[in-house]
């Protein structure tokens, strides 16, 4: 979600740092995803959905990690109406509603006009308008029914088998008995937690309303939304709930902003409070190697807005309404070292006779991932799922594979398992070049595909480069990326051959790709994936080599290249000359006048004796006029 600076502030009483929120986010609470100087995106998760996807939640997430300091919010209303809606319950769920009488709807003020059409929402009317901004303020949806328009008494059930439902976007479902609505006398006004009716909508001529706030039961918000297709901003809060204490507190924040006559609360229970506090011991706290004061603990907890009372050697926590994600000591242990920083927390070995053996795969990951960090390459975890633009973006690109949709996705972008393991790499690329020039990294996992019916797993490993740099093909770089991934697979077997294909013999183990402005990265990008249970059965077996006793004689070679020609192919022709010749290197590489050059340095030795300088010279001598029938132009 993005949080624009702006906002923020009108609940902050101290300044922001950007930057430093960034950091401290990304170290004790959420992942974020872009940063600019006027908003911060961030990726919560669903645990932590009802309380900080709003204004008001992110703004006590900053307090607490910065001390930024957190305004109150206005509360305050006249209720001039006895009036009190009824409401008939059919189900369980925490619902509340309140009839305002003598509205004057009509556009929305420009500040309301403004942050509306900062997250993408199109201003309709007053009303409607600040039932959005109540959401985007609280997290909690909030759904205004005009008056005038329904015949009461209201009921909150589960629909008839069959029963039509017309919707605000104007189409008309039918519905089963597992479908949770808000009906009238004459049938249903709402699909609960999802989509209002066009029957009881409100318009500029409305002067009657029913506010509705409640926190649904998500497992029936997530059943119709997926049996429908049909999914919205208020079902999305749903399905990863919205809390009672956030209802309560958005019931009083609505009637703030408004004028008319404001009726009593129904409330269809008494909201749950924590009878009985969390026990957080001492002992608890030392077992996870935290070496943390009585005093810090107590601050941390203050910081998060728990309630706690002392006790011998233990802590009696309350912890705050709106974090349905703490519910045991552990979340609490958990809250108090993510603030108190994992960085922080000793290292301590267990107390274990058990022997732990791990299958081959794990040890040649292992391998793999030496060898990659050596040439300069960092690991990255990403997903395991995609969504259908990644899908798309492969099947455009020629890809042949048989995809594999999620039945019921988490979200939209994770629709599909990865058939690709490139894919996440470029999004972690596209990430990281906000802060860096430059992205080399590597990621090790499985991907699915479906074959002949059956899903197929396969181990594998993807390599990337990229540059944020818009600029002409890098053809330098892309030549060091291939000369590490040679480097890098040599070590597994020198005969794996990296061209379009990475081959050994007739078997293709991989590919090797560059592209250009893809997945929001604007310079070149460089990629490579490789099967590793293939590698696994092409390794060479790990011989040790004497240290030889005679030191080596070098000697560089300089050249132009003419045309395209082979490496390797110079490379066969270099050693054919003389069984002296123990390896060469690649020492230099640029363009000039659109030309290639390159330095090659020949590493001369015996096993038996000390070479001499002459016969060194011939031999050097002898490979110039070969190379030179090539279309090569040597240098001086």
């Not at 924040?253 to 009593?264: A, N, T, W």
């Not at 059956?454 to 990337?464: F, G, H, R, Y």
């Not at 893809?518 to 059965?537: Q, Y």
Request: glycine share 4%.
């Amino acid at each position: 979600m993005k949080f624009y600076f702006k906002i923020l502030k009108n609940y902050l009483k101290k300044p922001i740092n950007p930057k430093r929120v960034a950091l401290l986010l990304e170290r004790k609470s959420f992942e974020v995803e872009e940063l600019t100087k006027d908003f911060i995106k961030v990726d919560i998760l669903p645990n932590r959905f009802g309380d900080s996807a709003n204004f008001f939640g992110f703004a006590k997430e900053l307090n607490s990690l910065l001390g930024l300091g957190l305004k109150k919010l206005d509360l305050s209303f006249s209720q001039s109406l006895k009036e009190k809606p009824l409401v008939k319950m059919r189900v369980k769920d925490f619902y509340t509603l309140r009839i305002v009488k003598d509205i004057k709807n009509g556009e929305s003020p420009e500040w309301l006009k403004r942050i509306i059409e900062l997250y993408d929402y199109k201003p309709i009317n007053f009303l409607v308008d600040l039932a959005n901004f109540i959401m985007l303020e609280l997290g909690t949806p909030v759904h205004i029914f005009d008056l005038d328009k329904i015949k009461p008494p209201i009921q909150v059930r589960f629909a008839k088998k069959g029963e039509k439902f017309i919707g605000l976007n104007s189409k008309e479902f039918s519905l089963e008995d597992s479908d949770l609505v808000i009906a009238d006398s004459l049938g249903p006004i709402a699909l609960a937690g999802i989509l209002g009716s066009e029957r009881a909508k409100v318009d500029l001529a409305t002067k009657n309303i029913a506010i509705e706030i409640a926190s649904f039961n998500p497992q029936f918000i997530y059943k119709t939304q997926r049996r429908l297709k049909l999914f919205t901003e208020a079902g999305f809060r749903f399905e990863r709930t919205v809390p009672i204490s956030r209802v309560m507190l958005a019931s009083q924040r609505i009637c703030h902003f408004l004028d008319g006559k404001i009726g009593q609360l129904f409330v269809s229970k008494k909201p749950k409070e924590q009878t009985f506090p969390i026990i957080l011991t001492l002992k608890s706290v030392k077992d996870l190697g935290l070496e943390i004061s009585e005093k810090k603990i107590e601050k941390i907890l203050k910081s998060l807005y728990f309630d706690f009372e002392k006790e011998k050697d233990y802590y009696l926590v309350r912890k705050d309404p709106d974090r349905i994600d703490i519910n045991s000591p552990e979340d609490v242990l958990d809250e108090i070292v993510r603030f108190y920083g994992y960085e922080n927390v000793r290292e301590t070995l267990p107390k274990t006779n058990l022997k732990i053996s791990h299958s081959r795969i794990y040890s040649f990951s292992d391998l793999l991932r030496n060898i990659l960090t050596s040439l300069g390459f960092d690991e990255v975890i990403n997903y395991s799922l995609v969504g259908k633009q990644e899908i798309d973006f492969l099947k455009n690109e020629g890809f042949v594979f048989q995809e594999i949709e999620i039945l019921n996705p988490p979200r939209p972008e994770f629709s599909f398992v990865r058939p690709f393991l490139f894919l996440g790499l470029m999004k972690a690329a596209a990430l990281n070049l906000g802060f860096l020039e430059n992205v080399n990294i590597f990621e090790i996992g499985k991907v699915y595909s479906f074959l002949k019916g059956k899903v197929k797993e396969e181990n594998k490993i993807a390599i990337l480069s990229a540059s944020r740099k818009r600029q002409s093909f890098r053809k330098q770089e892309f030549l060091s990326f291939k000369g590490k991934l040679e480097t890098f697979l040599h070590k597994i077997s020198p005969e794996i051959k990296v061209e379009k294909d990475i081959r050994i013999s007739n078997l293709n183990i991989g590919f090797l790709k560059a592209y250009k402005d893809v997945f929001n990265i604007p310079g070149d990008v460089f990629i490579a994936e490789i099967s590793i249970d293939k590698l696994m059965k092409i390794q060479r077996e790990i011989l040790f080599k004497e240290i030889p006793k005679y030191p080596a004689i070098l000697r560089d070679i300089s050249f132009y290249m003419l045309e395209p020609f082979s490496y390797e192919k110079i490379k066969e022709i270099i050693f054919l000359k003389s069984p002296l010749i123990e390896d060469i290197e690649i020492l230099d590489a640029y363009e000039k006048d659109n030309l290639l050059s390159y330095t090659l340095r020949i590493i001369f030795r015996s096993k038996e004796r000390t070479l001499k300088e002459e016969e060194v010279d011939k031999i050097l001598e002898e490979i110039k006029k070969e190379l030179s029938k090539l279309p090569l132009r040597l240098r001086s």
